[in-house]
């Protein structure tokens, strides 16, 4: 089972009480950080267990989506909250660099299975995290979790294959 990224009262004190602005990106931003901290955590410590931790994040994924954490204050800290303003406001700033963060995991996952290009992969990966964790706000599935670990190994093998397929649609 996963531990809490916020099993402990601190973690929450700490989250709702630091110094935050008038809409609360600090303290959002900083749960999310915090929890990057904590998937990075994850990811180290079951990776010799469970096998490649591309492989394992979404194992990690699916039993957070299983906890108390993450319908509440978790994953409105992660994504944003609804009502994230656009481009040029701190908030939005915040979560951009926050998925960028998430992209260099990914691209270091990506690198440790041998995939020839990784940050193409890791953009594939991306894509498949945020529409599992959306669709286990939406739906409470966790299990969305298992689908995109599938489409993820799809994912990867497309990546090694040799190049010589005819470009998809709106390919240049």
């Known amino acids: 089972m996963v531990e809490s990224f916020a099993g402990s009262d601190r973690f ?25 901290d904590w998937l990075s955590g994850e990811l180290a410590r079951r990776k010799s267990a469970a096998g490649p931790r591309l492989m394992v994040l979404w194992d ?61 992969l890791a953009s594939q990966l991306q894509m498949l995290f945020e529409g599992a964790v959306v669709g286990a706000l939406i739906d409470g599935q966790p299990q969305v979790a298992r689908a995109a670990r599938q489409l993820a190994l799809v994912a990867l093998a497309a990546s090694t294959r040799p190049r010589g397929l005819p470009p998809g649609p709106g390919a240049r």
């Open 60 to 120: 990690v994924l699916e039993e957070w989506f299983s906890s108390d954490d993450f319908q509440g204050r978790v994953a409105d800290s992660l994504i944003g909250g609804a009502d994230l303003p656009g481009p040029g406001h701190p908030a939005h700033a915040a979560v951009a660099a926050n998925r960028q963060r998430l992209r260099r995991l990914l691209e270091d996952l990506a690198e440790e299975v041998g995939a020839p290009d990784p940050t193409e």
């Open 12 to 36: 929450i004190t700490d989250a709702n009480t630091s110094r935050r602005d008038v809409n609360g990106d600090e303290r959002r931003n900083g749960a999310a950080e915090r929890w990057l």
